[in-house]
């Protein structure tokens, strides 16, 4: 089943000439695992962004998105709240409460969730992410990566169809990121739950996505499984963004079927 589709998808910022994004066509399908790759200002952030109207920024929009068959603006928010998760880069702007316990049941209470269940699914959620021994903390007194996975915990905690994130990382450690990251797989093997990420530390992220597209100039480059992206982009200015040993294995090797792994390499 489809998730997204996106048609001939344009999108131009108030006051602007230049397209931000330029004729995207996209399908991301249930239960896949898709990174995002590209330097900055490529249009990333904002084609993330189409797709959860409530963050959708203001411009001209052209094309359509299509959200599980309808398009999405048709969709009520209370069906997009509870079906699209969004975690953001700045991991502060998601934190609304002063408790561990009360953040992962705010979006139930919200959604007019029967007490019954919401404490139901909270401790589900706290066993799944291990934060039971902070449960009933500050979230003040958190650490960085823990406020992340709080993050996560409390949008994961209303059963989204699909988790969206812009960069969750960019403001972690490389311990708590590569933890984060891991948490992201069990989400997507263990859960079924459709990721769509973008991400900046690809050494890692190209290990457990399953397809990565590559964006410049808000213009989709490349659209392939993980393994055969290395084929597309060697020997372009996107070489940077391939894993260490994809990149090694090109200086050193005139043959196709480039590692992604560290363990492959």
Not at 6 to 30: C, G, H, M, R
Not at 109 to 131: C, D, H, Q, W, Y
Not at 167 to 184: G, H, N, R, V, Y
Not at 246 to 255: C, D, H, P, V, W
Request: with cysteine.
């Amino acid at each position: 089943m489809e998730i997204y589709n996106i048609k001939n998808l344009s999108f131009t910022y108030p006051n602007q000439d230049k397209k931000a994004l330029n004729e995207i066509n996209l399908t991301v399908n249930e239960g896949e695992f898709v990174c995002i790759m590209g330097k900055s200002g490529c249009g990333k952030t904002t084609l993330l962004r189409l797709l959860k109207t409530a963050l959708a920024p203001n411009g001209e929009i052209c094309g359509s998105i299509y959200f599980m068959g309808n398009p999405i603006s048709e969709c009520d928010n209370y069906t997009e709240a509870q079906k699209i998760g969004f975690v953001m880069q700045n991991i502060e702007a998601q934190l609304v409460t002063d408790k561990v316990w009360h953040e992962l049941s705010f979006g139930l209470e919200n959604l007019g969730v029967p007490t019954g269940k919401i404490r139901a699914r909270v401790a589900e959620m706290a066993s799944f992410f291990g934060i039971g021994e902070w449960f009933y903390k500050d979230v003040c007194d958190l650490s960085g990566g823990q406020k992340q996975i709080l993050n996560l915990a409390s949008i994961m905690v209303m059963q989204p169809s699909v988790l969206i994130l812009d960069e969750p990382t960019s403001q972690l450690d490389p311990i708590s990121a590569m933890e984060f990251l891991k948490t992201l797989e069990r989400i997507n093997k263990e859960l079924g739950t459709t990721i769509i990420i973008t991400e900046h530390r690809t050494e890692e992220i190209f290990s457990i996505c399953d397809r990565v597209i590559a964006m410049d100039n808000g213009m989709i480059l490349a659209d392939e499984r993980k393994e055969k992206l290395p084929d597309k982009l060697s020997g372009t200015e996107f070489n940077k963004f391939l894993p260490t040993g994809a990149r090694i294995y090109e200086k050193l090797s005139n043959e196709k079927n480039y590692p992604i792994t560290v363990r492959d390499a």
